[in-house]
Protein backbone atom coordinates (compact mmCIF):
# COMPACT_ATOMS: atom_id res chain seq x y z
CA UNK A 1 0.00 0.00 0.00
CA UNK A 2 2.00 3.31 -1.12
CA UNK A 3 0.21 5.88 0.79
CA UNK A 4 1.14 9.29 -0.03
CA UNK A 5 4.52 9.52 -2.68
CA UNK A 6 6.06 12.56 -3.73
CA UNK A 7 8.16 12.83 -6.68
CA UNK A 8 11.24 13.85 -7.09
CA UNK A 9 12.70 13.39 -3.33
CA UNK A 10 15.56 16.15 -4.06
CA UNK A 11 16.02 18.47 -6.64
CA UNK A 12 18.27 21.60 -6.91
CA UNK A 13 17.16 24.86 -9.06
CA UNK A 14 18.86 27.89 -9.93
CA UNK A 15 16.78 30.88 -9.27
CA UNK A 16 14.52 31.68 -11.65
CA UNK A 17 14.01 28.06 -12.93
CA UNK A 18 10.22 26.32 -13.04
CA UNK A 19 9.40 23.03 -11.74
CA UNK A 20 6.48 21.25 -10.71
CA UNK A 21 6.93 18.80 -7.51
CA UNK A 22 4.18 15.97 -7.96
CA UNK A 23 2.17 14.50 -5.44
CA UNK A 24 -0.20 11.42 -5.66
CA UNK A 25 -2.38 9.27 -3.01
CA UNK A 26 -3.88 6.01 -3.59
CA UNK A 27 -6.71 6.08 -0.50
CA UNK A 28 -9.10 7.70 -2.41
CA UNK A 29 -8.80 10.36 0.16
CA UNK A 30 -11.22 13.87 -0.71
CA UNK A 31 -8.53 16.51 0.93
CA UNK A 32 -5.30 17.15 -0.26
CA UNK A 33 -2.41 19.73 1.26
CA UNK A 34 0.40 20.67 0.34
CA UNK A 35 3.14 22.09 3.40
CA UNK A 36 6.70 23.57 3.35
CA UNK A 37 8.67 22.43 6.51
CA UNK A 38 11.61 25.00 7.78
CA UNK A 39 14.41 25.10 10.21
CA UNK A 40 12.36 26.35 13.40
CA UNK A 41 9.10 27.69 11.70
CA UNK A 42 7.05 23.99 11.95
CA UNK A 43 5.10 22.71 9.39
CA UNK A 44 3.23 25.75 7.06
CA UNK A 45 0.28 25.33 4.69
CA UNK A 46 0.74 26.66 1.01
CA UNK A 47 -2.15 25.38 -0.80
CA UNK A 48 -5.01 23.23 -0.16
CA UNK A 49 -7.37 21.46 -2.40
CA UNK A 50 -11.38 19.75 -0.87
CA UNK A 51 -11.76 17.76 -4.11
CA UNK A 52 -11.05 17.36 -7.67
CA UNK A 53 -10.88 20.33 -9.73
CA UNK A 54 -10.99 22.37 -6.19
CA UNK A 55 -7.65 24.33 -5.21
CA UNK A 56 -7.28 27.32 -2.15
CA UNK A 57 -4.68 29.75 -0.46
CA UNK A 58 -3.14 28.45 2.77
CA UNK A 59 -0.99 30.52 4.88
CA UNK A 60 1.94 30.83 2.52
CA UNK A 61 0.59 30.82 -0.99
CA UNK A 62 3.07 33.72 -2.57
CA UNK A 63 5.32 32.02 -5.11
CA UNK A 64 3.05 28.64 -5.78
CA UNK A 65 0.47 27.18 -7.81
CA UNK A 66 -1.38 24.44 -7.43
CA UNK A 67 -3.42 22.04 -9.69
CA UNK A 68 -5.74 19.13 -8.73
CA UNK A 69 -7.02 17.64 -12.44
CA UNK A 70 -7.56 14.18 -10.88
CA UNK A 71 -8.46 13.18 -7.66
CA UNK A 72 -5.46 11.30 -6.80
CA UNK A 73 -2.83 13.89 -7.84
CA UNK A 74 -1.77 17.17 -6.45
CA UNK A 75 0.81 19.04 -8.36
CA UNK A 76 2.65 22.04 -6.62
CA UNK A 77 4.31 24.26 -9.23
CA UNK A 78 7.03 27.07 -8.74
CA UNK A 79 7.10 29.37 -12.01
CA UNK A 80 10.11 31.46 -10.67
CA UNK A 81 12.22 29.73 -7.79
CA UNK A 82 13.87 32.25 -5.20
CA UNK A 83 16.01 30.95 -2.80
CA UNK A 84 13.40 31.50 0.00
CA UNK A 85 11.77 28.92 -1.28
CA UNK A 86 14.91 26.38 -0.45
CA UNK A 87 12.65 23.95 2.18
CA UNK A 88 11.31 20.61 2.50
CA UNK A 89 8.07 20.12 1.08
CA UNK A 90 5.08 17.70 2.35
CA UNK A 91 2.13 16.15 1.07
CA UNK A 92 -0.78 14.98 2.54
CA UNK A 93 -4.00 13.73 1.93
CA UNK A 94 -7.10 13.54 4.23
CA UNK A 95 -10.61 11.50 4.18
CA UNK A 96 -12.17 14.86 4.88
CA UNK A 97 -11.12 17.76 6.48
CA UNK A 98 -7.70 17.61 9.46
CA UNK A 99 -10.41 19.97 11.22
CA UNK A 100 -13.11 17.65 11.83
CA UNK A 101 -10.77 15.32 13.04
CA UNK A 102 -9.51 13.32 10.01
CA UNK A 103 -5.64 12.20 10.41
CA UNK A 104 -3.59 13.09 7.49
CA UNK A 105 -1.45 11.23 5.73
CA UNK A 106 2.15 12.90 4.84
CA UNK A 107 4.36 11.37 2.52
CA UNK A 108 8.09 11.64 2.57
CA UNK A 109 8.69 15.22 1.20
CA UNK A 110 10.76 16.78 -1.43
CA UNK A 111 13.92 18.61 -0.78
CA UNK A 112 14.45 21.49 -2.57
CA UNK A 113 17.74 23.82 -2.94
CA UNK A 114 17.20 27.02 -4.81
CA UNK A 115 20.83 28.55 -5.54
CA UNK B 1 -1.81 36.36 17.42
CA UNK B 2 -2.21 33.23 16.79
CA UNK B 3 0.81 30.43 18.68
CA UNK B 4 1.17 27.46 19.15
CA UNK B 5 4.33 26.36 21.76
CA UNK B 6 5.98 23.18 22.20
CA UNK B 7 9.07 22.64 23.73
CA UNK B 8 11.93 23.61 21.66
CA UNK B 9 14.38 22.03 24.09
CA UNK B 10 15.41 18.11 23.33
CA UNK B 11 13.77 16.05 25.69
CA UNK B 12 16.40 13.45 27.09
CA UNK B 13 15.18 10.74 29.07
CA UNK B 14 15.99 7.10 30.50
CA UNK B 15 14.26 4.18 29.08
CA UNK B 16 11.81 3.05 31.06
CA UNK B 17 10.92 6.36 31.90
CA UNK B 18 7.70 8.19 31.01
CA UNK B 19 8.38 10.86 28.60
CA UNK B 20 5.90 13.62 28.91
CA UNK B 21 5.66 16.93 25.88
CA UNK B 22 3.88 19.97 26.04
CA UNK B 23 1.71 21.54 23.65
CA UNK B 24 0.18 24.82 24.61
CA UNK B 25 -1.52 27.62 22.13
CA UNK B 26 -2.89 30.92 22.75
CA UNK B 27 -5.74 32.46 20.67
CA UNK B 28 -7.16 29.10 19.06
CA UNK B 29 -10.44 27.90 19.61
CA UNK B 30 -9.79 24.30 18.54
CA UNK B 31 -11.82 21.33 17.81
CA UNK B 32 -9.25 19.05 17.84
CA UNK B 33 -6.13 18.41 18.59
CA UNK B 34 -3.44 15.55 16.82
CA UNK B 35 -0.10 14.00 17.41
CA UNK B 36 2.27 13.24 15.02
CA UNK B 37 5.08 11.49 15.13
CA UNK B 38 8.53 12.70 12.64
CA UNK B 39 11.71 10.62 12.75
CA UNK B 40 14.40 12.34 10.56
CA UNK B 41 14.15 12.29 6.45
CA UNK B 42 10.50 11.20 6.86
CA UNK B 43 6.71 12.92 6.90
CA UNK B 44 4.98 13.16 9.85
CA UNK B 45 3.06 10.03 11.18
CA UNK B 46 -0.54 10.33 12.98
CA UNK B 47 -0.36 9.19 16.42
CA UNK B 48 -3.63 10.65 18.13
CA UNK B 49 -6.37 12.64 18.11
CA UNK B 50 -8.87 13.84 20.95
CA UNK B 51 -11.20 15.68 20.54
CA UNK B 52 -12.24 19.38 22.72
CA UNK B 53 -14.78 17.59 24.86
CA UNK B 54 -12.74 14.70 25.82
CA UNK B 55 -10.10 14.79 28.74
CA UNK B 56 -8.45 12.60 28.26
CA UNK B 57 -7.07 9.58 25.48
CA UNK B 58 -5.03 6.41 25.30
CA UNK B 59 -3.29 4.00 22.86
CA UNK B 60 -0.97 1.24 23.96
CA UNK B 61 1.46 3.35 25.76
CA UNK B 62 0.94 6.82 24.50
CA UNK B 63 -1.44 9.40 26.86
CA UNK B 64 -2.88 12.70 25.32
CA UNK B 65 -5.05 14.81 28.09
CA UNK B 66 -6.36 18.06 26.21
CA UNK B 67 -7.17 21.02 28.74
CA UNK B 68 -9.30 23.24 26.97
CA UNK B 69 -9.37 26.34 30.08
CA UNK B 70 -5.73 25.85 30.29
CA UNK B 71 -5.20 25.93 26.34
CA UNK B 72 -2.73 22.90 26.56
CA UNK B 73 -2.12 19.16 25.57
CA UNK B 74 -0.10 17.20 27.18
CA UNK B 75 1.48 13.93 25.26
CA UNK B 76 3.18 11.01 27.70
CA UNK B 77 4.80 8.03 26.59
CA UNK B 78 5.15 5.33 29.52
CA UNK B 79 7.68 2.77 29.22
CA UNK B 80 9.77 4.47 26.84
CA UNK B 81 12.09 2.58 24.71
CA UNK B 82 14.59 3.97 22.25
CA UNK B 83 12.56 3.39 19.33
CA UNK B 84 10.50 6.15 20.93
CA UNK B 85 13.17 8.68 19.59
CA UNK B 86 11.43 11.23 17.08
CA UNK B 87 9.86 14.77 16.53
CA UNK B 88 6.75 15.05 17.93
CA UNK B 89 4.43 17.16 16.58
CA UNK B 90 1.00 19.19 17.77
CA UNK B 91 -1.37 19.87 15.51
CA UNK B 92 -4.55 21.85 16.19
CA UNK B 93 -7.75 21.36 13.93
CA UNK B 94 -11.17 23.47 13.85
CA UNK B 95 -12.59 26.22 11.60
CA UNK B 96 -9.83 28.70 11.62
CA UNK B 97 -9.88 32.02 9.50
CA UNK B 98 -7.73 31.46 6.31
CA UNK B 99 -7.36 27.97 5.82
CA UNK B 100 -10.86 26.27 6.23
CA UNK B 101 -10.48 23.05 8.10
CA UNK B 102 -6.55 22.80 7.43
CA UNK B 103 -4.49 21.74 10.76
CA UNK B 104 -1.92 24.53 12.41
CA UNK B 105 1.26 22.56 13.73
CA UNK B 106 3.52 23.11 16.38
CA UNK B 107 7.14 23.24 15.89
CA UNK B 108 8.04 19.85 17.28
CA UNK B 109 9.39 18.67 20.20
CA UNK B 110 12.35 16.34 20.26
CA UNK B 111 12.96 13.07 22.03
CA UNK B 112 15.92 11.46 22.73
CA UNK B 113 15.68 8.22 24.89
CA UNK B 114 18.93 6.50 26.00
CA UNK B 115 19.27 2.84 27.08
Known amino acids: NAGVTQTPKFRVLKTGQSMTLLCAQDMNHEYMYWYRQDPGMGLRLIHY???????AKGKVPDGYNVSRLKKQNFLLGLESAAPSQTSVYFC??????????????FGDGTRLSIL | SQKIEQNSEALNIQEGKTATLTCNYTNYSPAYLQWYRQDPGRGPVFLLLIRENEKEKRKERLKVTFDTTLKQSLFHITASQPADSATYLC??????????????FGKGTSLLVTP
Open chain 2, 91 to 104: ALGGAFSNSGYALN
Open chain 1, 92 to 105: ASSYSAGGIGQPQH
Open chain 1, 49 to 55: SVGEGTT
